[in-house]
């Protein structure tokens, strides 16, 4: 999409979030070579504050190829900004309904209409304890196999200090940095000829992960953790800890009660020994 195509409802917002993002954040933006000059594709991006996709997005309308994300469908019945979402041509993502789908076509139809279509793959807000992209959701690899089109990693950093993960107030003071740098597409190529199944779809989400991830590394200058965090297995680890606590609390209380029933049954010993011998 040229930048002439921008539209108004883009325009209109680009005028009301640039100014305030220019005045609390610096810019340290790379790669902007990579973004295709025409064409369908998909950008891969982590996600660590609430605030990084109007920092993201400040960088993608820079490019002249504007980003249409995927977002809660809630967002797009909330009076003035739910006009700027349907305005502005993202996506409703309606989960664990019957809609669920319609968001992975739409993303679809985009592509193919030539369009940029930004994906947080994580799904959330990263929970990595030193704020790394986690495990991603098969969506991005999903659209990308299906339409064969670039894959553009970018990661981003900065936003995340001025809003923290979670955090309801920012940090101004001093002011923060927001760096972007996007990366050379993902060759998805060795996954083109398979049969889209789930071990498919993660291994290619994997290779996507690592190039967002390595992009991270760039601009933090040290190395990732060799695993991704993956919430669903801290999510099991947790019931197993739970698990396993209670276990042990059942274990305590039932020593604790035969104990106390071996005191009780000795003390009663000693009394009637003590009777007997009187």
């Known amino acids: 999409m040229s930048r002439r195509r921008i539209g108004f409802w883009y325009r209109l917002a680009a005028v009301i979030a640039k100014p305030p993002l220019v005045v609390l954040i610096k810019r340290d933006w790379r790669g902007m070579e990579h973004i295709p000059a025409d064409g369908g594709f998909i950008t891969a ?36 900004v739910g ?32 369009e940029c279509v ?25 659209v990308a ?52 199944s789930p071990d498919v779809l993660k291994e290619a989400t994997e290779a996507i992960m690592a190039a967002v991830t390595v992009l991270l590394e760039d601009i933090r200058g040290e190395k990732a953790p060799a695993t991704h965090y993956d919430p669903r297995q801290e999510r099991i680890e947790q019931r197993r800890r739970t698990a396993e ?3 042990q609390a059942q274990a305590h209380a039932k020593a604790e009660r035969e104990r106390a029933a071996h005191e009780k049954a000795e003390q009663a010993k000693a009394g009637q020994e003590e009777e007997q011998g009187a």
């Open 45 to 80: 991006v982590n996600h660590n504050s609430h605030i990084d996709p109007f920092a993201y997005a400040h960088f993608q309308y820079n490019t002249g190829r504007v980003p249409r994300f995927l977002a809660k469908s809630g967002l797009f019945n909330k009076g003035f």
């Open 83 to 114: 006009a700027m979402m349907r305005g502005t041509g993202q996506i409703p993502v309606y989960r664990e309904t019957t809609d669920a789908l319609s968001a992975f076509r739409a993303a679809i139809d985009a592509v193919e209409r030539g």
């Open 118 to 142: 930004a994906f947080y793959p994580e799904g959330t807000i990263t929970r990595d304890p030193d704020q790394w992209p986690m495990t991603g959701k098969t969506g991005a690899a999903r």
């Open 145 to 196: 196999l299906q339409t064969k089109c670039p894959v553009i990693p970018v990661a981003q950093w900065g936003a995340n200090e001025l809003l923290p993960p979670y955090a309801k107030k920012l940090h101004v003071l001093p002011r923060k940095t927001s760096h972007v740098l996007a990366g050379p597409p993902v060759d998805l190529s060795p996954f083109y000829d398979k049969e889209m």
């Open 245 to 247: 606590q209670a276990r």
